[in-house]
Nanobody, 112 residues
Framework: QVQLAESGGGSVQAGDSLTVSCVVS????????IGWFRQAPGKERELVAR???????NYADSVKGRFTISRDNAKNTLYLQMNSLKPEDTAVYYC??????WGQGTQVTVSS
């Protein structure tokens, strides 16, 4: 059974930093493409960043230069380091594996 468990969300001020994590079990983590999506109220879920098994990354234009995605294959864990947070980054952040499996989400709220 594939399980994804996000953690690390919270409420912060604009300009602050936050790191969210996702622990994955039940599949071959190191050979999977994994990523972070987010969904703000009233909006569609959107890709934030993804990382391939080889470590190649890509980011949404809105977060380039501020967010960093990384993976620790030894810990089966995905990270998203978020710097210079803006109110428009407020959303539920979801971990995704292989475009198929989803976590339950973690809320990130940025106030101005």
């Amino acid at each position: 059974q594939v399980q994804l468990a996000e953690s690390g969300g919270g409420s912060v001020q604009a300009g602050d930093s936050l790191t969210v994590s996702c622990v994955v079990s039940g599949l071959s983590f190191s050979s999977s493409a994994i990523g972070w999506f987010r969904q703000a109220p009233g909006k569609e879920r959107e890709l934030v960043a993804r990382i391939t098994p080889s470590g190649s990354t890509n980011y949404a234009d809105s977060v380039k230069g501020r967010f960093t995605i990384s993976r620790d294959n030894a810990k089966n864990t995905l990270y998203l380091q978020m710097n210079s947070l803006k109110p428009e980054d407020t959303a539920v952040y979801y971990c995704n594996v292989a475009w198929t499996y989803w976590g339950q989400g973690t809320q990130v709220t940025v106030s101005s």
